[in-house]
């Protein structure tokens, strides 16, 4: 029988958190795209809401806009760092195949025998690293920027409940 104490397995998992969130926001102050980090993408691209009762009609107006205008920039830049990952993936895997088709020739022509899978697979992938890594952080962007796009349409959605919220209280205030 395991024994586990609750107490020991929660400070476990808050820690675990706590070090996980640090390393993201680490990485989120560190990746530029466009000479910007990703926190100050996420801070240009965020919406201020108003207090409930500082909202006003053309304040509406101008949080729907803001809003439009934020999503439209996510949009494009989810669409210019998918791009990006899309290319270097598929460099990466064109030249893989490259140098898996130079090595399994050159040692073919050497002693006639077929090298293993994990031996070219290892060959082939040293050369890459540096790209890989590269990759790695492209699909971060590209899902940092995918994250950011869906969240503010989201936003938007709300922003549109309550405009029909504010159209119904407006209707029945006899102000329309």
């Known amino acids: 029988m395991i024994d586990i104490n609750i107490d020991t397995l929660l400070s476990t998992i808050e820690e675990q958190s706590i070090r996980t969130d640090a390393s993201a926001n680490g990485l989120i102050k560190s990746v530029l795209f466009y000479r910007?980090?990703?926190?100050?993408w996420r801070k240009e691209l965020q919406i201020i809401l108003p207090k409930p009762e500082d909202l006003?009609?053309?304040g509406?107006?101008?949080?729907?806009?803001?809003t439009t205008v934020s999503i439209q920039k996510a949009s494009a830049l989810y669409s210019t760092a998918n791009s990006l990952y899309n290319l270097l993936s598929e460099t990466a895997k064109a030249k893989r195949a490259e140098l898996s088709d130079i090595l399994i020739e050159e040692h073919l022509s050497g002693n006639g025998k077929v090298m293993s899978k994990a031996k070219l697979d290892d060959l082939t992938s040293r050369p890459l690293r540096g790209i890989t890594?590269?990759?790695s952080i492209s699909r971060v962007i590209r899902d940092f920027f995918k994250e950011e796009r869906?969240?503010?349409?989201?936003?938007?959605?709300?922003?549109?409940?309550?405009?029909?919220?504010?159209?119904t209280e407006r209707k029945i205030d006899g102000d329309l």
């Not at 910007?36 to 100050?40: I, Q």
């Not at 869906?150 to 504010?166: F, N, S």
Request: a neutral charge.
């Open 133 to 135: 890594d590269i990759i």
């Open 150 to 167: 869906d969240t503010l349409i989201e936003v938007r959605k709300l922003l549109e409940q309550l405009g029909y919220v504010l159209h």
């Open 60 to 66: 509406y107006k101008q949080l729907l806009m803001s």
């Open 56 to 58: 006003n009609l053309a």
């Open 36 to 40: 910007k980090s990703l926190y100050v």
